[in-house]
């Protein structure tokens, strides 16, 4: 059967919260639905569905069953109830639900039922077994609920057949909050656009509190939107309606909990117009002046019952919704276009004017259907519109185009904003209201002022409407008025001034007249004519007083000549027809000449300036401003005056081809323009400086302003003459010259001319390839007419041989090629004689220099640069200086050194070349003896390694070569001990102390070895020695070490080698062992940094580096009192240095003011040797500071309005004396000081006998939390203790009544810390319970004693003692007849405990008895325990058992039938003093609930205040 399944089934997950959507409820179905057991929920589901399919399967695949009638989509079974539902239970109790699966198939069908493990749910039988349901039939599980606590719980059932699987949920609902709320609301009749509201006073009924949101729709509105109420609390809700149209308005009030429950309430409400209305719906105004105003008034009346609110409007109500609508949509538009571009343009996107313009743009058909009242509006978009229109059209991004975006975002946005917070009340220059807004009372009028203050001359016209509360429509009020403007007119209209003068300033007169009554302000239209320009009005602008007139200045200055009419016009404000006056005339020019006919220069040297005079006389009455230019001249630079600065030999002016792009300005006039006054003249000064060959025929061109080009000319004549300059002798020769010697002559240049003239020797061409150089220091001057001047030329041979070079000279202003000079030499080098031509050097030692000398003897007055090199390529021999100069007429010696590298004969050839001379041989000899091993002369000499320290190994390096041609192999050893034994690997040369350790040689064995010891040397090799020494112990070490060589069979000693050094120990001077800081931080000091100097001095014979170390607070410091860095590299003290330091303490390195001493170790370490110093710091800071014998001050729990006193001791154990102060710190939420009421909630507890309950005890008190209560003192609250000096704290607790107290005393120190003491306390009053009241005994035989038990518990938070007053001193079994015995009699209670009293009584007689037990606790009053019964004879207590089941019959009924209970009042004494007690515990109940509630307000209050 259970292959017919599927292999794996999906696994439910649990507390899924699959819950149905809740239907509308209304809050009394949600409270009556919530009060329904499980059971009675289960009773009540009427309404069945069909389970979910999770999990259908193929039947024809696991099934033997073919034909089902039964909709595939839809489940074949139907579970009943649909859902498992628990409510209303207890926590520890179990709970079942059958759940019937009934088969709506025409087929059987297996059913397996699965429940996931759970602690809360499970089956009754087993789980997950198969069951076969036939057709219409069903089966039933039963499904288990233990819960734990009162929450909600979730899980479900997996039905499982071969066809489906569906899932019935659980669902376990626990605690709930119930807000009462009715289910329906109804406002009647209101005021439209006015606010109504109701208070509803909402109780929570549920066991749980509420976390609420409520809502509604518009126009009702509700306060609070949410919160929290505690289970049994009450608030008030306040629900508002407020119609902004006429009707019926009906919405719901939902309440939505935080537990997924919502109910509704429905609310209900009419809109109504109120009796409101204008006094008039128009207001006309007659004709008035602009800027002045004009006053009525206009009256609303209310004649309803409410406070109206009304505000007046630009438009109605529907045209402001349109246009608000309308502005919002067009801001909201163009701020989306400029984010949209600024953010394209943060991507470096390039955007065009014509790729942004084919952007969709909002409809404009909206502005045709607008009224005039959105104008203003639609200006105010088509302006930013264009804004950004125009910016796109801009080509190129940059970072600028982006900040305007920004800049035009902000803006639009911070309009935006403007608009939302418009109240669009009515605003205009012309018509005004005051008040715009307001309120009006019921049954009353508001006057409402109205002003009219036209601005143009016309007739105007304005809707305004009155939006006010209680009607709906806005009511309309329509403004007309008519604006006059000034009247203002010119005294004449039209002024004719005559013929004037050019360039002369003419004054007139002109007055406008004001014929109105009001201000007429004018201002002057600025002519548009370049005659008009010339007219100055003064004033031209201003305000002509009513019935005034204003005097108008008039200047003219004319600027050009013939007639005119200009017509002047003065805008008058406000009015539609300017003021015009007319002004006619004609302008007249100037007359001038000059004093000569022309100007001749005559003949004129090139170059040279030539100046001639003139005088122009202005024969006009008027000023005259002149221009004089010459035509014909050139347009280049200025020409060249040689009077002014002869032209350097490299300008291009002395070169044939010298022309350039422009001719020079050849003439100077001086002045060439200014101003001749009237009937005056101005002398003229004309200077020709000519550049050009030849003759001048010119005019001085005179030009006049404002009168014409070329009025009038003046001829001018020159010609330009260049003079001829000849050499007297074109060549000059130098004969024989020494290279590279300077060689001075004199050159004769002759004029023959009448004209001065000018010349330049051209500089050389060429110049690095000639063969021999030439200058003069006279390249430029000038020849007077006549005259001849000499021009020294300096030579300066540079080849052998002869050479001749030609010279040009350049006349200024000649045409053709240059003068040409032949300059001719032979050059010559120098004459050196070398001797003696051969050396013998004889037989000498290898590997040793030997010299000898050679001489270069300068014959001649010049230097001789010569160069010696021996002939070949590897010589035995060097030449020192194998370079140099011979100065002149002396000798040079050459020093010839041997260096021969083996025992044979050597030869060899000196070269010595000249510079610009011969080249001469010496041959050398010389033969070779000694040995070829070549070494340091140091060995030979001895190695003073001087003082070295200990521990450290000492290394000497040396190098050997074998310079012969046959191979040596080398032995070392020291003299005295044995040969050492090679080594397998060379060692370090420079390892650490740890390597240097293995390095000290054992006792017995040399302190010095040579590595290697042995070693091949073979021709031309080299090899690197390494003298190693090392000693554990200072001492000072002398040895000598040998080296012997083997050359084939032969052995010989070639070198002996004294070794001598002194191991010392490093030794430094430390000017003090300890150092000791001890800073006392007075309240006025300041906590700064201290320095103590450290001096460590070098005693020993070596310089060595020492590293310190030292931590924080501590610092090593220069002598100049700066930090040394932390990565300072080791210090280095040479022999005797004496190093500075300062060591620094920081004594505020915690940010404390607790006393505190730091001690650290200075250590050095050296870097060369093992050995380390140190050296004790030590740092003091002293705070003025106590020593507190406790923390906390706990006074427990007292009586009510008593006092208690604790002490505390506190020392001054510092050097500095200690002034304190104490205060206290109170906290709402740390230290809180809050009242408690005394009176608990009441709890009813089960009785030993039914219908009687326990009562509690306390002294019931109204708390009332005052303002402003001492609770705690202290005592001295200010004190100075002296160093050990002690002071006895008093803490004193005011047991105000029913507080609950925890604050802080801080003693603050001054300059020192704050301690804190936690001081708590707490006064109350006993506070019990007794859970038995009244004792009933009931018939007892009379001579029995009778027992009971009365349960004495302490509910409070302080211990008390209890007595029993009347209670007998007798025993409990010997009691008196009528006297109750209380065991115990009296006692201690502690909080929370419980004492069991005994109750002994003895009736002693027959009849009813009632008896009166009082407790005493504390001082509060005595509680009461009533004792009552019956004693009988010995024969009547058999029937005791059916009596008492009889009274227990007469009780019940008397529960279930309260209205009996009234008519038989005859009843026992039992039941009546029964009911008593019940009333009694009952109304000490609702005291106790109306006492908390009273307290938790007003904690709540003072707490928020």
Known sequence: MASGFPKKTPSPRLLLRERLKPETLTPSAFQEEMSLSSKQ???????????????PQDKRESSHQKLSAADPEKSSFQPCPPEVVFQNYTPGEVYEVPVVLRNRDKVPHLMKVTLESSPYFQLVGPNDVCRKVPPGLSTTVHVLFSPWQNKDYFHQLLCTTEREGFIVPIRAIGARAILD??????????PVKYSSQKTLVVRNVGNRAAHYQLSTQSPFSVLPAMGVLGVGDTMEVTVGFQPLKTGDCSASLVVHYDTGEDTHTSLHGRAVDAPIRLDRNTVTFDKTYITVSNRTAVLIHNRSNITARFQWKAVDAGEEEDQLELRKSCLRWLVDSASAVAEALSQEVLLRAAAFGTSPEPATTCWVCLSCGCRQYHRMYQQQKEKLYNFLKEWGVDSTHQERFALLTRSLQSEMAKVRGDPMLFSDDIFSLEPKEGEIGPNCSAEISVSFKPQEARVYERAVYCDISGRQNRLPLLLTGEGLGPRLHSYFEELNIGEVSLRVTHRYKAALLNKGPIGAPFSLIPPSTAMGSCFTFLPQEGIVAPHGFQLIRISFCPTMLGEFEEEFCFRVTESPKPVTLTIRGSVTGPTFHFDVPALH???????FPHTLKCCLYNT??????????????????????????????????????????????????????????????????????????GEYKRELV????????????????????????????PVVSFRHCYLEVPYEKKLTLVNDSDFPGCYCVLPQENKEEAATWYCTSMATGIIEARGSVQIPIVLRARLLGECDVTAELAVLGRGGSPLEIHLECVGQGPVVY????????????VLKDRTKTFYLANQCDIPATFQAKMAGKRSCWRLEPSEGVVPPNTEVVVRVIAHLSDTLKFQGEVKVSIENSTTTIISLRAVGKGTTIAMDESLTSGINLKSQFSFTPCYFHFKMTNTGRRIHRLYWSTEGFGTFRPRTRPPALGGTKRKAASQIPRPGSPVFKVQPLQVE????????????????TAQEVKERLLCHARVGSVKEQIVQVDVTCKFICPVVQMSSRAITFRVEKKPSDVLTLQYQPLSLKNTCSLPFSIVLDLEQPFLICSADQQPL??????????????????????????????????????RIRFTEHPHEEQITVRGEVHFPNLHLETKAVDFGCIMNDTEEMLFMRMTNCGPLPVRYHWSFLTDRQLNPIRFIPSPPKFKPRSSKNEGVFPRRYSKIESVKEPTKIQVFSVRPSWCVLEPGERELVIFTFFGHANIMARVKALCHVEGGPTYEVLVTGQASYPSYQLDVEEIDWGLQVFNKVLKAEVTLQNTGVLEFTYVVPNSSTDTAANPLPGVPVVVPRTGSIAPGKKQVLEVYYLPGKLGVFCKTVQVQVASLDPAEIFLKGEGTSPGVTKDLPSMLKKEEEVVQEEEENPEEEEREKDESVVLESRMESRMESLMESLMESLMESLMESLIVTAEQQ
């Open 181 to 190: 709320f009715p289910d329906q609301l109804d406002f009647s009749k209101c």
């Open 620 to 693: 006009s009455l008027v000023h005259m401003a002149f221009n004089l230019h010459i035509p014909g001249d050139g347009l280049g630079g200025p020409s060249i005056d040689i009077s002014d600065k002869i032209p350097n030999p490299s300008s291009q002016c002395w070169r044939k081809e010298a022309q350039g792009l422009s001719r020079p300005r050849e003439f100077t006039i001086s002045p060439c323009s200014g101003t001749v006054r009237a009937l005056g003249s101005e002398d003229i000064k004309v200077t020709l400086c000519s550049n050009t060959a």
């Open 601 to 607: 220069f005559g003949d004129v040297s090139f170059g």
């Open 834 to 845: 070398v001797y003696p031509r051969e050396i013998n050097f004889g037989v000498i030692p």
């Open 1017 to 1032: 040397l073979r021709p031309g090799q080299t090899v690197e020695m390494v003298l190693e020494g090392c000693s554990s």
């Open 1125 to 1162: 860095p932390a990565d300072s590299k080791p210090m280095t003290l040479d022999v005797g240095e004496e190093l500075h330091l300062c060591i620094q303490f920081n004594p505020a390195y915690e940010n404390s003011l607790h006393s505190r001493v730091a001690e650290r170790v200075l």
């Open 41 to 55: 929920r289960l009773a009540r589901a009427k309404k069945l569905s069909l389970p979910q399919i999770v999990q």
């Open 702 to 729: 005179l030009d006049v302003e404002d009168v014409g080009k070329k009025v009038l000319a003046l001829p001018l004549t020159a010609r330009c003459i260049v003079p001829p300059l000849r050499v007297l002798d």
